[in-house]
């Protein structure tokens, strides 16, 4: 058992995590230089990768290239240059120039701030996409708005973590899905709205973990049922008699839902089409320990909002990789070790930025590049040679193996994923000399004249377009767009009277923390680990118990 250098938790390093540190840990000149256990507890890991992810705080700013104005997620006042994405991409600009000497001196975490904030910042993470300006951390996205982590979506807006999913709005973890509102963690469903923990479903309404359902309002843990109302058979005719009364009085019939919910067993962890895995909201995916928020991963420890990895361990916000370690915001790596946003890259270590390269040390804002070190080219000799000086130096500051500090990070911890789920007051986190940036109220509140906002979109003209809305609970000013109305209509439901950063936040709040207590089924006493805490009121199965119960 081993204490948690920040928070004074005990955790455990097994064997096999020590293992894994061995597998991924770099080889030059045919020598392998160990990666160290971690000495932060896996949530302080987290909390500390998370501190350099900010995906939605969104910003207008000037390109410092090119003087033209652009949407950024790096506020005006920060001290570095940031360009616009095509800017960025282009040729205009090579991050080489940037490149320095190592300074064995100083600590290298010190050398690679300067070098961080020296060179230029891409605007936004949203490559090769198609009418999708108004996304970060995006790839593949179509004709859609205010994505965030989200690919191969089309025609879709103000979602997140989703995946190959057409005509979506207010979705988080949508997977394959198409015409669907507020649903969260859900694979496969089409014309579904307000669902959780749902696979295969079409055309219903207030679901929670549905199989292959159809036609259902208001129910929970039913396989292959339609037609069904609160989780009770009816007929087709009866059904469709019944759901327009049902849709005019959702306020309702949501309030009954939820109240209902906490009556009905709880399967010990949301997910679908696993083997041995532990964690919440882990859908298609094998020997997933301690995993959240993930879908087809196999092999992995410690990992959230991830898709299609594989040996990885303490990674947040990656897609397509293996053979990864303590990194965040990445896509498509091999051999890559304490990286923020690093994309399509092979042994790399230590870099910020940096697209399409291998062999890379302690680099920012390079782009095919191979063989460099603090932004400086070097001959595969010369690379393969220095590292390991560099490794030695930082192993007598106590910087290798760990990830970067957040006292280095360009956000502000509130701007940052971090606080969705590794919450700190400002106080605390100044107190660790983490930044904290202050919202500009005048930014943030309107006070116009208010927007009467009907009740039903059948009454909802296309004005509505034009005039600026104030949340109900924040008082941000807030717009709805021509493609979101049009959704809505076909959806029909009615226009929000939140704004999308609140909505985002309340479907955050319908998932389980990211935490496991030991506890034993309700029913047979099996030991089981959950995310529900002993103090809930639900009552908690083991899958088997779950099973027999619900399905």
């Known amino acids: 058992m081993t204490t948690c250098t920040q928070c004074s938790a005990p955790f455990k390093i097994t064997n096999d995590d020590l293992a894994f540190y061995e597998k991924v840990s770099p080889v030059l000149a045919g020598k392998k230089y160990l990666i160290p256990p971690p000495t932060l507890c896996p949530p302080c890991r987290a909390q500390r990768r998370l501190a350099f992810r900010n995906e939605r705080c969104l910003y207008h700013r000037k390109s410092d290239l090119s003087g033209k104005q652009i949407i950024t997620m790096y506020a005006a006042n920060t001290p570095f240059k940031v360009y616009d994405q095509k800017e960025w991409w282009g040729d205009g600009w090579d991050g080489l120039t940037f490149g320095r000497e190592v300074d064995w001196s100083r600590p290298f975490f010190d050398q690679f701030k300067e070098l961080l ?76 709205a307000w669902m959780q923990n749902c696979e295969g479903c079409h055309d219903c309404v207030l679901g929670y973990d549905l199989r292959s359902c159809k036609n259902c309002f208001a129910c929970f843990g039913l396989q292959n049922a339609q037609y069904c109302i609160g989780n009770k058979k009816v007929s087709k005719e009866e059904y469709e008699r019944l759901l327009p009364g049902l849709r005019a009085n959702f306020a309702d019939m949501k309030a009954k839902f939820e109240k209902h919910k906490v009556e009905l067993p709880r399967k010990y962890m949301h997910g679908f089409g696993n083997e041995g895995c532990t964690g919440n909201a882990i859908q298609h995916s094998k020997n997933a320990r301690e995993c959240y928020e993930v879908s087809e991963v196999q092999d992995c420890t410690f990992v959230s909002n991830v898709t299609s990895i594989k040996d990885a361990y303490d990674v947040n916000n990656d897609d397509n990789s293996e053979l990864v370690y303590e990194a965040v915001g990445s896509e498509s790596n091999s051999m890559h070790c304490f990286n923020d946003i690093c994309w399509f890259d092979r042994d790399v270590l230590y870099s910020n930025l940096c697209f399409h390269s291998k062999n890379l040390f302690g680099c920012c804002s390079l782009k095919h590049k191979q063989y460099c ?11 393969e040679a220095l590292v390991p000086k560099i490794i030695e130096h930082m192993k007598q500051t106590s910087e290798w193996g760990e990830f970067f500090t957040p006292t280095i990070s360009p956000f502000g911890f509130n701007e940052t994923v971090g606080m969705e789920n590794y919450a700190l007051t400002k106080e605390e986190a100044l107190k660790r000399g983490w930044k904290w940036t202050d919202e500009d109220e005048s930014r943030e509140k309107y006070l116009g004249p208010a927007v009467d906002i009907p009740s039903r979109i059948e009454d909802t003209d296309d004005v509505i377009c034009q005039k600026i809305l104030t949340c109900e609970v924040t008082g941000r000013a807030y717009k709805i767009i021509p ?28 998932r389980n923390p990211r935490k496991l207590w030991s506890r034993t089924c309700m029913k047979c006493n099996t030991a089981i680990q959950t995310t529900y805490a002993p103090d809930r009121p639900e009552k908690i199965y083991c899958e088997e118990c779950y099973l027999k119960e619900v399905y």
């Not at 230029?120 to 999708?132: A, D, G, T, W, Y």
């Open 373 to 383: 070190i603090l932004n400086k080219q070097y001959s595969k000799e010369e690379y």
């Open 117 to 192: 904030f020296a060179a230029p910042k891409i605007s936004m993470i949203n490559k090769e996409h198609q009418n999708s300006e108004y996304s970060n951390f995006a790839l593949w996205n179509k004709n859609s708005y205010m994505l965030f982590t989200s690919g191969g979506c089309e025609d879709s807006f103000y979602s997140n973590r989703s995946t190959r999913s057409k005509n979506i709005c207010d979705c988080s973890s949508a997977i394959d899905c198409e015409l669907c509102y507020e649903i969260v963690d859900c694979n496969k469903c089409y014309a579904c």
């Open 483 to 510: 493609q979101e109305l049009a959704l809505y209509r076909t959806m029909k439901i009615p226009i929000p009277h939140k704004c999308p950063e609140q909505r985002h936040k309340e479907r955050m709040a319908m």
